[in-house]
């Protein structure tokens, strides 16, 4: 891509142990313009190789999985790969418990589970926004910022 031309594609990669979770999320933003799913892993070890071949701009990915939770892949992805943005989600971790996780291994977002449907959109258009992603018309979302190794809330613009 030519210097100063913004992508126009969100790549995201989504990992979670349940798979049939994971087709639901991939059909979920199968119809959103601007955002490739380019894979599905199950375990965060997993999630490490993938992003590491594929340079993925967004990790879509649960806390509580197999070999390799999401808390540890978190953080060694944030490392490896500082520029791959991570939307963390749970389905049992939820306030601000969830919150403090986000804000420990470096991610920029989270989503409870029983919100997916509501709120994953909205997270992945503010983080593509973060990311100078030119998707479209952008939606308001909640998203955190990690600053001063404190994770605070903060909203897209």
């Keep these: 891509m030519p210097p100063n031309v913004a992508p126009t594609s969100l790549r995201a990669v989504l990992v979670d142990?349940?798979?049939?979770?994971?087709?639901?999320l991939a059909a979920l933003l199968a119809g959103e313009d601007g955002i490739d799913v380019i894979g599905w892993?199950?375990?965060?070890?997993?999630a490490v190789d993938l992003v590491a071949v594929?340079?993925?701009d967004?990790?879509?990915m649960d806390l509580a999985m197999p070999r390799m939770n999401g808390v540890e892949a978190a953080r060694v992805i944030s490392r490896q790969a500082p520029d791959t943005r991570i939307i963390l989600l749970s389905g049992s971790i939820?306030?601000?418990?969830?919150?403090?996780?986000a804000g420990e291994t470096g991610a920029t977002a989270y989503v409870s589970k029983a919100r997916v449907a509501i709120d994953l959109v909205p997270a992945l258009r503010a983080v593509a926004a973060e990311s100078g992603v030119k998707l479209g018309p952008s939606v308001p979302a909640f998203r955190g910022t990690r600053t001063g190794g404190r994770h605070e809330r903060g909203s897209a613009s």
């Design 58 to 60: 967004v990790v879509v």
């Design 41 to 46: 892993v199950s375990d965060g070890a997993d």
């Design 54 to 56: 594929e340079q993925s």
């Design 94 to 101: 939820v306030g601000e418990r969830l919150e403090e996780i």
């Design 17 to 24: 142990d349940d798979e049939l979770f994971a087709e639901s």
